[in-house]
Structures are given as structure tokens and as C-alpha cells.
């Protein structure tokens, strides 16, 4: 990655306390960006990880917030934004997973998995592209799941929630794209080490044509060149090990 297009950048970066998302904090952070880390309910995970990245001589925060309240994803956004500056880079990240069969599945649960899912994203974005449109730069990249595209295996809840974040995308990066906000979804599926593996490694590996589970690594390397990327926007991309292609 080119240095110049990072470095001092406020990047936003929700569910950094999981595998993805330290990852790819780590990744930004080499090349000089600003993190604000957001977390759930691992906050000693994200403060451990931003303290690595201040000790390296970077700037980070970690923030905690529970997105299954309305407020705050904006509190969020606020918050980074008055400890590190306007939000450059905004990477949704965080999710629910949990498995469960079309009839167990109650009302307030499919709400709570596209509360986290979607809502939350939808938020996060609403409140940070004024800063990105007036500044005239901004990449905004959704993490989705294959699920969107083939159902996946962890339930129908789940699988809309992620194919919610194709639509959300497609409707943000065509209204930002002349003000130079870029906005891209991301699908992995079946990573290991992010603490959401519907069932077990060895049975997963399976169903994966190269034969193996994805490593967080190998997220946060298209991540960032997706984030690089100036003239990609628009787009759904896939890493899932050859299992939906298209």
C-alpha cells in the first residue's frame, strides 16, 4: 500500500477486537493511519491493541459501543471524531452471529441480528459521510458474508442481515461517488480465529473447494487494497475460498 493515501487518516474501524479487525488495524496502522477501535464487549482486547499501536508509534483509541442501541453508532462516530479528528476510513466490521433453524428464530432476534448487521452500518455511514463529502475524500467498506449471496449455513436472520449491507452499498456509492467517497462491501466466508465459525473447523474445512479456512490476514490484505483503491466503488467482492463463484 502507498503510505501517502493513509498516513494521518482517521480510520474507523468497528468489531476491532476480533481477528478481522486487528488485522487490519494492524495493516493501517504501519502505514500511518489514525485508528479509533471500536469494540463490543472485548474492550481489553481493542484497549490492548491500541496501546501495540501507540507503543509502535502510531495513534490509536479503542471505543466501546453497543450497536444494538440506535444511538450508538453516532456516538460512536462522535466520539473518534473529537478524540482523533473527522472520520476518513470507515470499516463496519462488527456482527452477530449466532446459528439457529428458520423456527426457532423469534422476532426480537432476527431485529437484534439486523440491528447489528445493518442498522448499524446504515448509521455509522449516515453520520460520517457529511464530514467525508465536505472534505471531498472517504472510503467506506461494509464486511458481508457469502451468506448474502447463497444463504449460508448460520440462518436466514443472518443471511439477510448481510445481503442488506449489497443494497445499502450499491445505494451509498453511486450518490458519493463524485464527491470522492468510495463505498465497496467486502464477503469473506468461514475465517478462522474471528470467534464466529458456525460449527466445527474440521467439518468447515469441507466445504471450502481450496481446503482450508481463511485467515484474518487474508481479509485484511483485500480490505486494504480495496480501501486503496481510488477508482473501485460500487462492488461486492468475494474471498471465500472458491465456494460461490461468480
Known amino acids: 500500500?502507498?503510505?501517502?493515501?493513509?498516513?494521518?487518516?482517521?480510520?474507523?474501524?468497528?468489531?476491532?477486537?476480533?481477528?478481522?479487525?486487528?488485522?487490519?488495524?494492524?495493516?493501517l496502522a504501519a502505514v500511518g493511519a489514525v485508528l479509533g477501535l471500536g469494540y463490543?464487549?472485548?474492550g481489553q482486547t481493542a484497549e490492548a491493541l491500541a496501546a501495540e499501536i501507540t507503543s509502535a508509534g502510531g495513534r490509536a483509541i479503542a471505543v466501546g459501543a453497543d450497536l444494538r442501541r440506535p444511538e450508538a453508532p453516532g456516538e460512536l462516530v462522535q466520539a473518534v471524531a473529537e478524540a482523533l479528528g473527522p472520520v476518513d476510513?470507515?470499516?463496519?466490521?462488527?456482527?452477530?452471529?449466532?446459528?439457529?433453524?428458520?423456527?426457532?428464530?423469534?422476532?426480537?432476534?432476527?431485529?437484534?441480528?439486523?440491528?447489528v448487521n445493518l442498522r448499524a452500518p446504515f448509521l455509522l455511514a449516515q453520520r460520517a459521510v457529511p464530514a467525508m463529502r465536505e472534505r471531498g475524500f472517504g472510503?467506506?467498506?461494509?464486511?458481508?458474508?457469502?451468506?448474502?449471496?447463497?444463504?449460508?449455513?448460520?440462518?436466514?436472520?443472518?443471511?439477510a442481515s448481510k445481503a442488506g449491507l449489497h443494497g445499502l452499498t450499491h445505494y451509498l456509492a453511486s450518490r458519493l461517488a463524485a464527491s470522492g467517497v468510495t463505498?465497496?462491501?467486502?464477503?469473506?466466508?468461514?475465517?478462522?480465529?474471528?470467534?464466529?465459525?458456525?460449527?466445527d473447523p474440521a467439518e468447515l474445512r469441507r466445504q471450502v473447494p481450496?481446503?482450508?479456512l481463511g485467515q484474518p490476514s487474508e481479509v485484511?490484505?483485500?480490505a486494504a487494497a480495496i480501501l486503496a483503491n481510488a477508482y473501485l466503488t460500487n462492488q461486492v467482492i468475494s474471498l471465500d475460498g472458491g465456494i460461490h463463484p461468480r
Open 89 to 115: 476510513v470507515l470499516v463496519s466490521n462488527a456482527g452477530l452471529s449466532r446459528v439457529q433453524p428458520l423456527e426457532d428464530i423469534t422476532a426480537a432476534q432476527f431485529d437484534e441480528m439486523l440491528a
Open 139 to 159: 472510503r467506506i467498506l461494509f464486511i458481508s458474508s457469502v451468506a448474502a449471496f447463497t444463504g449460508g449455513i448460520v440462518g436466514p436472520h443472518y443471511a
Open 220 to 222: 485484511a490484505d483485500l
Open 1 to 27: 500500500m502507498d503510505r501517502s493515501t493513509f498516513s494521518g487518516r482517521v480510520v474507523l474501524i468497528t468489531g476491532a477486537s476480533g481477528g478481522i479487525g486487528q488485522a487490519l488495524a494492524r495493516r
Open 210 to 212: 481450496v481446503g482450508r
Open 183 to 199: 463505498v465497496n462491501a467486502l464477503a469473506p466466508a468461514l475465517v478462522a480465529e474471528t470467534g464466529m465459525l458456525p460449527g
Open 40 to 42: 463490543g464487549s472485548h
